[in-house]
């Protein structure tokens, strides 16, 4: 309740005082367990909270939690185990609502399209299903593990006879791929295509005519603005699916990794509707002009700016990445088209001359940093990078928390290195779980391929990882994370480097409190604990006690709360869909610059 008034005086502060007082309840909750993830108390029966504050008062045994709540009401939930609500602190879902959320279709390995034929099917059927002229996106082939061509124009068009526009993504976020009806979207005179924008390109035929290949960002946004405006007539809606989307795998707090000023009205707009599911912490993009102001919210509790966002590399399915070691070379990798390399250095985004500038631009405002970075060697130059500034600027042993994220390739002693300066690590699960069966022996040395994504060795270095699924690129499946990690098993269900593999305990902590304490939010959520938020998520079975084999089977999140109040996502959704859709074209033009960047 706000007590701002044109008057001023003691009267009007008992007024409010009183008020709160009457409006104040205590809402108890029963669980058949409660895994607090609080080491002082790891386990309770009931959990009170106060649905003004919306933070947690009491957490223990039933007859506890009533002695210091007498008149709270109580809810028991029965069998469902309470757990607090998962984090997963890299994420992106302004991109990810506009390319998996309806009206496009997700079309990526990592969502069961497993072969180029499946991806055929879906954009022939597609085809025949929509209204005549209606615009369709699709988004995610993959060529190195659906072993699909490059879709070229002509492919296109015999996939769509309607004659309507369509436009593919590819799931590097490099390329996108169009049909002959797109270019007239564009504008473009019989599919003859304009000279290539800075940093980007068109693919031409032999008489110069398009394609249908459109490469990195400049020249995708050129063709992609248009027919996504046409495609997306609410992209807020949009983005609200996709927190749906992350709300029913059990995420109560996230992030927004490729932020930019454009993306401030969206993201204000979300944090403000009565059911908003998630929690956002902004990670600013360095390279906006922008990205060294302050962003002010009016509930830094919903959506607050945390820091900036640099990138050292690139994406280790194109073999763009800062690596010492090649790629081997056979036919599911040429296919793919992949750099072999290794690029060393060459692979770096920025000279460490660059960096130290950016850096130095940023850290004397007090800004966490967070570097996107896959390969061995970018993490060296990263580290080299952090270790300067932090000593330049009396950083060292103070709790900065800069974070480093995704890093396949990284090496034990690389993590050691990061715990010494204070620098905390974001990995990511996915690449193991649904490339690992390529990254070892087809894409990589066993040596090296068995070894991606070293959890296991950044437990033992103390550099309290986290789990994040670098939505759109993965589905947000902390589960499946949780599962894969404990068991080191792959989609198809086969172990590559068992000694990576983590123990239970280790994994709940990297979706719980590792993920709150990057986020800077470990004083507000991530644990059950007097004086932090109400944010829960409900599980069908306790995690600790199935078989780690068979958890996406056996354990199914119920739903969520976040501040003390049971999220409903229809409601959410509908309170979205009644907001004006035209202040929030500018997700379209983000989403694009978005898709490369992660």
Same mark, same amino acid.
């Given at each position: ?50 649905? @003004? ?58 969502? !069961? ?19 005549? !002229? ?5 988004? /995610? ?10 879709? &070229? ?22 390329? =996108? ?20 924008? @800075? !940093? ?43 927190? =749906? ?69 690139? &994406? ?16 599911? &990798? ?121 959890? !296991? ?29 404990? &068991? ?73 709360? @976040?501040? /003390? ?34």
């Amino acid at each position: 309740m706000s007590c701002k008034s044109p008057f001023n005086g003691l009267a009007l502060i008992s007024i409010c005082c009183l008020a709160n007082i009457a409006l104040a309840e205590t809402q108890i909750l029963k669980a058949s367990t409660i895994i607090t993830m609080d080491e002082k108390n790891p386990r309770a029966e009931a959990v009170a909270f106060d649905t @003004v504050t919306k933070k947690i008062t009491a957490v223990g045994s039933l007859s506890d939690v009533q002695a210091k709540a007498p008149q709270a009401t109580v809810k028991d939930l029965g069998s469902t185990v309470l757990m607090p609500g998962f984090i997963e602190p890299h994420g992106h879902p302004g991109v990810g609502g506009i390319l998996t959320q309806s009206p496009t279709f997700w079309v990526a390995p990592t969502n !069961g399209y497993k072969t180029w034929e499946a991806v055929k099917a879906k954009i022939k059927q597609e085809d025949a299903k929509a209204p005549a !002229g209606t615009p369709l996106m699709f988004n /995610g082939v993959d060529k190195l593990l659906q072993q699909a061509p490059e879709p &070229t124009r002509e492919i296109l068009d015999v996939l769509t006879p309607s004659g309507r526009p369509i436009i593919l993504f590819d799931n590097s976020g490099h390329a =996108a791929y169009f049909n002959t009806s797109a270019t007239k979207v564009f504008g473009w005179t019989n599919a003859n295509p304009p000279k290539n924008p @800075v !940093g980007g390109s068109f693919g031409r035929n032999a008489d110069g005519t398009s394609n249908g290949v459109a490469l990195e960002v400049p020249a995708i946004m050129e063709i992609a603005t248009p027919l996504m405006l046409k495609a997306i007539p609410h992209p807020l809606l949009s983005v609200a699916k996709f927190y =749906a989307y992350m709300s029913s795998f059990g995420i109560t707090s996230s992030s927004e990794m490729t932020y930019n000023a454009e993306q401030y009205k969206p993201y204000l707009a979300l944090a403000s509707v009565p059911d908003t599911p998630l929690r956002i912490s902004v990670y600013h993009m360095s390279t906006d002009p922008t990205a060294a102001d302050e962003v002010k919210w009016p509930d830094p509790s919903m959506a607050r700016k945390n820091g900036i966002k640099l990138w050292a590399d690139g &994406t280790p399915w194109l073999g763009t990445v800062a690596q010492s070691f090649p790629y081997l070379d056979n036919e599911r &990798t040429r296919n793919a088209q992949i750099i072999l390399g290794p690029l060393g250095e060459k692979g770096m985004n920025y000279t460490r001359t660059q960096l130290d500038q950016i850096l130095d631009k940023f850290t004397p405002l007090g800004y966490q940093m967070a570097f996107h970075c896959n390969g061995d060697v970018g993490f060296d130059v990263v580290l080299d990078a952090y270790e300067n500034a932090l000593a330049k600027y009396n950083l060292m042993g103070t709790d900065h928390r800069w974070r480093v994220e995704h890093l396949g390739a990284a090496r034990a002693d690389q993590f050691i290195r990061a715990a010494s300066l204070g620098v905390t690590v974001s990995m990511a699960p996915f690449q193991y779980i649904y490339w690992g069966d390529l990254l070892d022996g087809t894409m990589f040395e066993p040596a090296i391929g068995s070894q991606w994504e070293a959890i !296991g060795s950044a437990f033992a270095a103390n550099v309290r990882p986290s789990f994040h699924n670098d939505g759109p690129v993965s589905p947000p499946d902390v589960l499946l994370n949780i599962q894969s990690m404990v &068991t080191r098993t792959t989609d198809s269900g086969k172990v590559h480097g068992a000694n990576q593999a983590v123990t239970m305990d280790q994994a709940l902590k990297a979706v719980t409190v590792n993920g709150a304490y990057q986020l800077k939010r470990e004083n507000e959520v991530g644990s059950l604990e007097v004086g932090k938020y109400a944010d829960f998520v409900e599980l069908s079975a306790d995690l600790t006690k199935v078989n780690p084999l068979e958890i996406t089977e056996k354990v199914k999140v119920r739903g969520t709360w @976040v501040g /003390g109040k049971k999220i409903d996502l229809k409601n959410f959704i509908d309170q979205v869909d009644a907001i004006d859709p035209s202040q929030h074209k500018g997700l379209i033009k983000s989403s694009i610059v978005d898709m490369h960047a992660h």
